[in-house]
């Protein structure tokens, strides 16, 4: 069964400073693979997707996110953050040719201070 | 744009008592899917249905049951509530027939059992 590790369930970063979050997953066979990010009280929204071609994946709201088959990473970055990026970032993967839906990780909240 | 409905947004049950979470989609998508978002945990699936007519189980379906009412509709019943079940409850639908499609998610249930 496929898993996903976020490392850090909370990071701070200051406002402007550049935002990591990191996702490990467990498949041998390198799986779809997805971050959403969940704002206080609502649902998850589709940051950014990785299925095959260009390893460097630009999301929405000046995210992206690298997949790295040696490292069986797809970690989050952005350059500067942002006040507004304060939330719950989840990475998720679901399995080529299989069921569609998604296996998550536990979530990392991320903290801007002013 | 709809996108995701679920109903209701909040409710509080005694332990035993029955109910059933509404969910509906007006993007015409195929496959249908109800997490369960517990803290430290990210989101893990209780059902899926990928097309109208069939439903699977997830990775934690005790105490739980589906019905895909139609092609836009799924629901959640919790027969004997219990207060493990606790959580709030997030809908997903996702179009096309392959697992790199992104899902769409609702604003989730936020489910009490005393």
């Known amino acids: 069964a496929q898993s996903v590790t976020q490392l850090g369930s909370h990071v701070s970063v200051s406002e402007g400073a550049l935002v990591l979050l990191r996702c490990n997953y467990s498949?041998?066979?390198?799986?779809?693979l997805f971050w959403y990010v969940q704002y206080p009280n609502q649902g998850l929204q589709l940051l950014l997707k990785?299925?095959?071609?260009?390893?460097l994946v630009k999301g929405i709201n000046g995210f992206e996110a690298e997949f790295k088959k040696s490292e069986t990473s797809f970690h989050l970055t952005k350059p500067s953050a942002h006040m507004s990026d304060a939330a719950e970032y989840f990475c998720a993967v679901s399995d080529k040719g299989g069921r569609r839906a998604l296996t998550f990780g536990s979530g990392t909240r991320l903290q801007v201070q002013p | 744009n709809a996108g995701v409905t679920q109903t209701p947004k909040f409710q509080v049950l005694k332990t035993g008592q029955s109910m059933t979470l509404q969910c509906a989609q007006d993007m015409n998508h195929n496959s249908m899917y109800w997490y369960r978002q517990d803290p430290g945990m990210g989101l893990r699936l209780i059902y899926y249905s990928a097309s109208e007519g069939t439903t699977d189980k997830g990775e934690v379906p005790n105490g739980y049951n589906v019905s895909r009412l139609n092609k836009r509709e799924f629901s959640l019943r919790l027969e004997s509530a219990a207060p493990s079940q606790t959580s709030v409850y997030f809908c997903?639908?996702?179009?096309?027939?392959?697992?790199?499609?992104?899902?769409?998610f609702g604003d989730g249930t936020r489910l009490s059992i005393l």
């Open positions: 990785y299925t095959t071609g260009a390893t």
């Open positions: 997903a639908s996702s179009g096309g027939h392959d697992s790199n499609q992104p899902q769409h």
């Open positions: 498949s041998s066979v390198p799986p779809y």
